[in-house]
C-alpha cells in the first residue's frame, strides 16, 4: 500500500517512549476512522487492519452486492457488474471487501490524516507527562539549565520535559549559567491548551522542608516531625521540629554537630540563615522560642485579636527584631501571632503616636514595621542602620530625630 507519508508517521512514533503499542493502535484506528466518515459519511462498514510491528495498516470497505442501476448508496452498495470485475462469481446480495488505497482518500484528505496523527500523539504525550508530574508536585526535582531569560529560566529534564523556573520562584542570590544542575521542588502542573506546564519553586517553605527530609535521616524516617517551616527566601528561615521519641533531641539532631547537618541546606538556599527551635503546644513558650536568639522577660496574649506584647530587656530588642525586622516576622508567621515588642523599664519613653502632630502617619508606621514604637527606641538606634532597615532618606530620619530629641531635652 502507498506510503504518503504516512508509514513514516507510523514508524516515527511506533518507539515512542510515551506511548505503547495498544494506545497507538487505538489512536491509528481513531484517526482513520474520523478520516473516512468524513469522505464517506459513516465508518460503519470498513474494517481497519493495523501491524504495528511492519508499520503498516489496510483499510477495507464492505458493501452488498445490487443489480446495475439500483445502487442507493454508493458507500455500502456495489452493481453486479463493478463487484465482478473484483470476483467475477458474485451474486445479488453477497458481500463484498474491497481495499482501499490511500490515494483514494485524496492527497488533502492524508495530509490532514497525517497531522491529525502528530497531534492525537503528542497530545498522548502530554497527557502522560501531565500525570506523571502531578504526582511529583512538592517533591524535591533537578534539572538542567537550558535557557535563560529575564523573567524565567528554562530548564530540561534527562527526558527533555520543559519544566519553568519563575523569577519569583527564584532565591534573589540565585545566578544561572546554561546547562547548570537546578534542585527546587515541583510547586504547580497545568495543562495550557494540551501542552502541560511544569512550575519549579526553590523559594517555598515546602522546599526546606523537603531538604531537611534529604538531610537528616531522623526526619526522612518519620522521628522527627517538621511542624512548620517559614522563610524570607535567601534571608532567614525559622523551622519548628518535634519528636515523638524523647531519647532524641529534635534541634540537635537537625542542626548536627557544630552544624555539620544543617550546612549543605544553607549552601543550596544561598546561606539562608536557618533558625530551628523545639516546637511545643504551650503558646508563651513557642512565642519566647521563636523570638530567639533574643531573651523575652514577659509574654502577654490576646487570643481575640490574635496580638502578643513581648517585653523585654531594651538590649533584646534588636535581637527579637533582626536585621531588616525579618526575625520578628518570621516569629510572628510561625507562631500566627502578630508581636509587639516593649522595652522594660522604659515608663519615662514616649510613644511615636504621641508626635502625630509632628511626625506624618506613614512615616511612624515605618518605624513600627522595625519594631521601633517609641522615641527612645528610635534614638538609641543608629542612623545607617535606619537608613538600611527603613524606606527613609537620611534627611528624614535626622530631622524625627531632632523632633524626638527636642521632647527629652524639654523634659
Given at each position: 500500500?502507498?506510503n ?28 482513520f476512522?474520523?478520516?473516512?466518515k468524513?469522505?464517506?459519511g ?56 474491497e481495499?482501499?488505497?490511500?490515494a ?10 497525517r ?18 508530574f ?10 538542567e ?17 520543559e ?6 520562584k ?6 544561572y549559567r ?32 523537603k531538604?531537611?527530609?534529604?538531610e ?7 522521628l522527627?516531625?517538621?511542624k ?7 534571608e ?6 518535634d ?45 519566647t ?12 496574649i490576646?487570643e ?10 531594651p538590649?533584646?530588642?534588636s535581637?527579637a ?42 512615616v ?6 522595625v ?30 530625630r ?6 527629652f531635652?524639654?523634659?
Amino acid at each position: 500500500m502507498e506510503n504518503l507519508a504516512l508509514i513514516e508517521s507510523f514508524s516515527e512514533f511506533k518507539d515512542e517512549k510515551f506511548i505503547d503499542r495498544v494506545t497507538l493502535m487505538s489512536i491509528l484506528e481513531e484517526v482513520f476512522r474520523n478520516t473516512l466518515k468524513k469522505k464517506y459519511g459513516t465508518d460503519d462498514n470498513f474494517d481497519i487492519i493495523i501491524n504495528p510491528d511492519k508499520g503498516d495498516l489496510e483499510i477495507w470497505r464492505n458493501r452488498v452486492v445490487v443489480e446495475d442501476g439500483e445502487v442507493e448508496d454508493p458507500n455500502e452498495e456495489i452493481e453486479l457488474t463493478e463487484a465482478r470485475k473484483i470476483e467475477p462469481d458474485f451474486e445479488v446480495g453477497e458481500d463484498v471487501s474491497e481495499e482501499v488505497k490511500l490515494a483514494d482518500l485524496g492527497r488533502r484528505s492524508v495530509l490532514t490524516l497525517r497531522q491529525n496523527l502528530v497531534a492525537r500523539i503528542h497530545e498522548h504525550d502530554n497527557t502522560i507527562i501531565y500525570k506523571q508530574f502531578i504526582d511529583l508536585v512538592g517533591e524535591i526535582y533537578t534539572a538542567e539549565v537550558h535557557h535563560i531569560r529575564n523573567r524565567v529560566v528554562i530548564l530540561l529534564d534527562d527526558e527533555g520535559n520543559e519544566i519553568i523556573l519563575p523569577k519569583d520562584k527564584q532565591i534573589p542570590s540565585d545566578f544561572y549559567r546554561k546547562g547548570d544542575n537546578v534542585r527546587g521542588i515541583i510547586e504547580s502542573v497545568e495543562l495550557k491548551g494540551s501542552k502541560p506546564s511544569i512550575i519549579m519553586s526553590r523559594t517555598a517553605p515546602k522546599f526546606l522542608e523537603k531538604l531537611f527530609e534529604q538531610e537528616i535521616p531522623e526526619v526522612f524516617d518519620g522521628l522527627i516531625t517538621i511542624k512548620k517551616a517559614v522563610r524570607i527566601p535567601g534571608e532567614k528561615a525559622k523551622v519548628a521540629v518535634d519528636s515523638y521519641d524523647d531519647r532524641i533531641d529534635p534541634v540537635g539532631a537537625c542542626v548536627g554537630m557544630k552544624g555539620s547537618r544543617i550546612h549543605g541546606i544553607v549552601r543550596e538556599l544561598g546561606n539562608e540563615n536557618i533558625d530551628v527551635i523545639n516546637f511545643t503546644n504551650n503558646t508563651q513558650l513557642l512565642i519566647t522560642r521563636a523570638l530567639s536568639p533574643a531573651k523575652v522577660t514577659s509574654v502577654k496574649i490576646n487570643e481575640d485579636t490574635k496580638r502578643v506584647e513581648v517585653m523585654m530587656d531594651p538590649s533584646e530588642v534588636s535581637k527579637a527584631i533582626g536585621r531588616g525586622g525579618f526575625n520578628i516576622r518570621l516569629a510572628g508567621q510561625l507562631t500566627g501571632y502578630e508581636i509587639d515588642v516593649y522595652r522594660e523599664g522604659m515608663e519615662e519613653d514616649v510613644e511615636l503616636t504621641e508626635f502625630s502632630d509632628e511626625i506624618e502617619a506613614w512615616v511612624i508606621e515605618e518605624f513600627k514595621k522595625v519594631g521601633l514604637d517609641t522615641a527612645k527606641s528610635v534614638l538609641e538606634e543608629d542612623v545607617e542602620d535606619l537608613i538600611k532597615r527603613t524606606d527613609l532618606e537620611e534627611e528624614t530620619i535626622m530631622d524625627i530625630r531632632r523632633i524626638l530629641s527636642a521632647e527629652f531635652s524639654n523634659e
